[in-house]
């Protein structure tokens, strides 16, 4: 019976210390203070999203490091390469807690990026400068990432949780669980958007454009910038 209770201490002993190993403050050369020099860059590009409950996993567990680490007054330092492109491990999270940022923050029933209220926008990327060491000139760079994200966000829930239910009412009456923070009104108004006829005709041309193509895109989540990386390191 002892030797039990001894086992579930040990396995809580062993569960704090790797809580307190992700919470440690300093355990990234990623991270610096306020006072550390400001870095400078002229781009930014987008990294994009890969689909698997691995990858989720690992968003999930980035944006709780980052949480932490703004939380004790710590900040991602944002490396870039030769040509100004953010480099290394830090643009990932970077392009990650971005995407956070849209999804939970911009509204899913204003009709398009330009329309979205520039206090919102400011929002953003004072969070960003809160979050991560990145140089002033970075903002229209940012700025134009989340409209991307939101975009594709929006188009997400379009394929996946709207039109596969045209017809049924039910199905759309609320968001998904796991997007419940959208809202029911902006929900509602969203699927009203895109189910509406005028929508409907304007998705269906894109996507007969799309069909036509004879070359697609195909390119891993490193995208060009990590392309770029290891360019440099073969050469």
């Known amino acids: 019976m002892g030797s039990k209770k001894t086992g579930k201490s040990k396995e809580r002993k062993d569960s704090t210390k790797k809580v307190e190993k992700v919470a440690s403050p300093n355990d990234t050369d990623d991270v610096v ?11 930014m590009t987008t990294t994009e999203s ?18 932490v680490k703004k939380a004790v007054g710590k900040k991602f330092k944002v490396t870039y390469s030769d040509t100004g492109n953010p480099n290394g491990r830090t643009r990932h ?43 002033p000139e970075s903002r229209k760079l940012v700025l134009s990432s989340a409209g991307v994200k939101w975009r594709y966000f929006k188009t997400t829930l379009t394929r996946k949780y709207v039109l ?23 929900w509602k108004e969203f699927v009203k958007q ?27 989540r490193k995208g060009y910038l990590g392309l770029e990386e290891e360019l440099v390191r073969i050469c």
């Open 93 to 135: 999270t970077l392009q990650s807690y971005i995407g956070m940022l849209v999804r939970t923050m911009v509204p899913i029933n204003v009709d398009s990026w330009p329309e979205v209220d520039p206090d919102l926008k400011a929002n953003i990327w004072t969070d960003i400068q809160d979050t991560f060491k990145v140089a």
């Open 194 to 220: 895109r189910t509406s006829e005028e929508w409907l005709k304007l998705h269906q041309k894109q996507s007969e454009r799309v069909r036509k193509r004879k070359y697609h895109h195909r390119l891993s």
């Open 164 to 186: 596969p239910f045209l017809g049924k009412k039910k199905k759309l009456r609320k968001p998904p669980k796991q997007y419940s923070y959208v809202g029911l009104q902006p």
């Open 33 to 43: 203070d306020d006072k550390d020099d400001q870095v400078s860059a002229e781009t």
């Open 50 to 67: 890969a689909k698997g409950k691995t990858r989720g996993k690992r968003t999930v567990a980035a944006m709780y490091k980052v949480v």
